[in-house]
């Protein structure tokens, strides 16, 4: 398939270039700037200059693609104006033509809400964050949408290594020593590794039904503070983590980082049985370790 790639420089979308081209699809990447057009090009893809907060500038492309992966968000304040508008544009020219096109839409495990003792499946209904409420509108309408085959993929907190979702926590350690978590060591994350949520996302491009939502889960749930004591062991320090409120990690980084404080456990299984999805990568702590 033909594929543009919304975001894909970023946490989620420079996974599922990579995922797509191992495939052997064709890809291209929306590109803003030069530096990420050339990671696009080193990556193996092709490139549309664009902006996701200017589409009318680019959105007549798409009709050239069988498909659209929109996994790129500004995290701005507003982020609800650029998605709306967004999403209005790739709904309204995708399935337009006499080929047949797809869009992958990028949820989250955070328009679940805080789950506690429950595992949320794609059965389980939303309860967002006010952050990320205005998302579930597009969620419903890219499933629901009958010119085009619409399929949302809800991702887990993704991690590396050292990278993604783990990222503020290393630099912490670089810088003070100590990491800070949100809530307290008890709260829980359901997490998936960035190459394993891309090889989700090209198998759902290639196999899944119309309408067909998937969670992006490798493990349901890892107690945060296990996770920043095991970062601190193999960096050396034996500091337990600091605990930051909800309140003080939205004052630093804005509202949406109230999601690093809900507790939540999330199943990926739909996917392993209806898509054949075998992630690689099934103990994060082994892979921080």
Not at 30 to 49: D, E, F, M, T
Not at 58 to 83: P, T
Not at 134 to 163: Q, T
Request: proline fraction near 4%.
């Amino acid at each position: 398939m033909r594929v543009l790639v919304l975001g894909g420089t970023g946490s989620i979308g420079a996974g599922v270039v990579d995922a797509l081209i191992t495939r052997r699809h064709d890809v291209v990447g929306l590109a803003r700037s030069a530096n990420a057009a050339k990671r696009l090009v080193a990556a193996g893809a092709s490139v549309l200059p664009g902006d996701i907060r200017e589409p009318l500038a680019w959105i007549g492309a798409v009709s050239g693609f069988d498909a659209v992966v929109q996994a790129a968000s500004a995290f701005g304040a507003d982020d609800e104006r650029v998605e709306g508008a967004l999403v209005d544009l790739l709904l309204g020219r995708l399935g337009t033509t006499d080929r047949p096109q797809s869009l992958l839409y990028t949820g989250g495990c955070w328009l679940y809400g805080a789950s506690g003792d429950a595992v949320a499946t794609e059965d389980t209904a939303f309860d967002p964050l006010p952050a990320f409420a205005w998302s579930v509108a597009h969620v419903n309408r890219v499933r629901s949408a009958s010119h085009l085959r619409g399929i949302v993929i809800h991702p887990a907190m993704v991690y590396e290594r050292d990278g993604r979702v783990f990222e503020r926590f290393r630099r912490d350690l670089d810088s003070h020593r100590r990491i800070r978590i949100v809530g307290s060591e008890s709260v829980r994350w359901p997490l998936v590794h960035r190459r394993d949520v891309a090889a989700l996302y090209a198998l759902a491009l290639e196999s899944a039904n119309a309408g067909a939502a998937y969670n992006g889960a490798t493990v349901d749930s890892v107690p945060v503070g296990e996770i920043a004591r095991a970062m601190s062991r193999r960096a050396g320090h034996s500091a337990p983590p600091a605990i930051q409120t909800t309140d003080e990690v939205a004052a630093e980084l804005g509202e949406w980082a109230r999601g690093l404080g809900l507790d939540q456990r999330m199943s990926g299984w739909k996917a392993r049985r209806e898509l054949g999805w075998v992630p690689l990568h099934p103990d994060p702590l082994a892979d921080i370790a």
